[in-house]
């Protein structure tokens, strides 16, 4: 049964005049990997931003789970089940890898500000679950052994995979990627994509924006394109790399005739 997780109906935004957004349809149906892909001011990490509630759209709608979203804020959007992770990586640096997923856990969690400064017994049991639950993610991403380091002195690529740990500390039911493949070299894009088949495999549904098209391929049940804004084709990956207009804007008029004849 297709069971549509986000819905993306009709959505526009522009700056100054420019469409970053452009009349955007898709889907995302729950427990598959969608990639959105397309050349540098496409409109990738805006579609992004309408969705989280970072930006909110000058047209059209976002549903999520069946009820609309548009204009939420995105601390609202974050508690409903939708976590991101960002182009650059947005780690509290002089915070330990446990306290920066920690902080992710609290969306989760009763505790106010006020119950907090009271310093209540049960919020003491809710921050040992926090600290066990966030344990348990870091021994899950391989970190574990670096649970006390700061984040500031991790390498990029450890930096990345505490993002992830804290995004998953949400318990989200969609999880946006944006460009996680950026900064990594070879070895470190190849456990990504390990890492993200596991996150869809443990029940969280992906949509992620990425440059690296082999990563697309290997992993993605879906691809959307844009351009310019507009979506040009939506489909497997296979049939993408087929489609001409695809071929078209990445590498030019000539590769799409040759792809036709």
């Known amino acids: 049964m297709n069971n549509c997780l986000l819905d993306i109906r009709d959505v526009s935004r522009s700056f100054g005049g420019v469409h970053a957004v452009r009349a955007v349809y898709s889907s995302v149906t729950e427990g598959m990997i969608k990639?959105?892909?397309?050349?540098?001011?496409?409109?990738?990490?805006?579609?992004?931003?309408l969705i989280a509630g970072t930006l909110a759209p000058h047209s059209g709608q976002v549903h999520f789970r069946g009820r609309p979203i548009t204009g939420c804020k995105s601390h609202t959007i974050a508690g409903l089940g939708i976590a991101r992770t960002f182009q650059t990586?947005?780690?509290?640096?002089?915070?330990?890898?446990?306290?920066?997923?920690?902080?992710?856990?609290h969306p989760r969690t009763r505790?106010?500000?006020?119950?907090?400064m009271l310093n209540l017994p049960w919020t003491w049991r809710e921050e040992r679950e926090i600290r066990s639950r966030a344990m348990a993610l870091l021994e899950e991403f391989d970190l574990a052994v670096i649970a006390e380091e700061r984040a500031c002195n991790l390498s990029f690529g450890q930096q990345r995979m505490v993002e992830f740990a804290r995004a998953l500390a949400t318990e989200p039911a969609l999880l946006l990627l944006d460009e996680p493949a950026a900064g990594l070299n070879i070895y470190e894009t190849k456990a990504l994509s390990e890492r993200i088949l596991k996150i869809r495999d443990r029940g969280v549904t992906c949509l992620v924006v990425e440059h690296d098209m082999s990563l697309v391929m290997n992993i993605s049940d879906e691809v959307l394109v844009l351009d310019q804004g507009q979506k040009i084709a939506e489909g497997p990956p296979r049939a993408i790399q087929r489609n001409p207009d695809v071929i078209r804007i990445y590498l030019g008029e000539d590769h799409a005739a040759n792809s036709e004849s």
């Not at 892909?37 to 990490?45: D, M, R, Y």
């Open 89 to 105: 990586t947005k780690l509290f640096g002089h915070m330990t890898v446990l306290e920066n997923v920690m902080v992710g856990r």
């Open 111 to 116: 505790a106010g500000f006020l119950a907090g």
């Open 35 to 49: 990639a959105v892909i397309g050349p540098n001011g496409a409109g990738k990490t805006t579609l992004f931003n």
